[in-house]
């Protein structure tokens, strides 16, 4: 049953992510996190930074990992195959007929309103794990940590990856001297 719930939470985020990897992240983090409690918000934050510094999509990222967390090898597979298959098949079905109608002003009416729905899905998201951050860091260290990289990314021009690995090292740091305080 388990790998049946695996399929369909996957297969939700392939079908409805339409737009690419950005759009897939919230709806990975209602099925694992909300949903189907396979994850804590902590660890959702862990397992899209991890995948942020990887190449290639997201959304199979994070349905590999999840899977392969949640029921093993062929949990692995069964969440990679239902993220992509939908995908593919609806790449298919969509370009076949944007092709066909993509001078409709109702089709470019459409497609614009999708970076809508995905901007404000994204912030919905952002706004989730600056609240988290506050519980652990407070406001004013975690608004803190999105300036500096929000400057490093875009001002500076720093790889995402050495920002994420660097916001990791800062994570871990922080969780050391917790726990070595609780001994």
């Known amino acids: 049953m388990k790998q049946l719930y695996i399929f369909y939470a996957f297969f939700k985020v392939g079908i409805l992510g339409y737009g690419g990897g950005p759009s897939s992240i919230p709806l990975v983090h209602k099925e694992a996190v909300d949903r189907y409690k396979w994850l804590t918000d902590d660890d959702f934050g862990d397992i899209l930074a991890l995948g942020n510094t990887l190449p290639g999509p997201i959304a199979t990222k994070m349905a590999g990992y999840i899977g392969y ?3 093993g090898w062929l ?3 069964n969440a990679v195959l239902a993220t ?3 995908t593919i098949i609806l790449m298919i079905i969509l370009l076949t007929s944007l092709t066909s109608f993509k001078d409709l002003s109702w089709v470019q009416g459409m497609t614009k309103a999708v970076l809508a729905v995905v901007g404000v899905m994204l912030a919905q998201l952002t706004w989730e794990f600056l609240v988290n951050a506050k519980k652990g860091l407070g406001w004013i260290k975690a608004i803190l940590l999105v300036v500096i990289s929000v400057l490093a990314l875009d001002v500076f021009g ?3 990856g050495i920002v994420v690995g660097v916001l990791l090292a800062i994570a ?3 969780k050391d001297k917790q726990e070595a305080k609780q001994e």
């Open 84 to 86: 992509t298959i939908p």
């Open 75 to 77: 949990g692995m597979i």
């Open 158 to 160: 720093v790889h995402p």
């Open 172 to 174: 871990l740091l922080k």
């Open 69 to 71: 967390r949640v029921g």
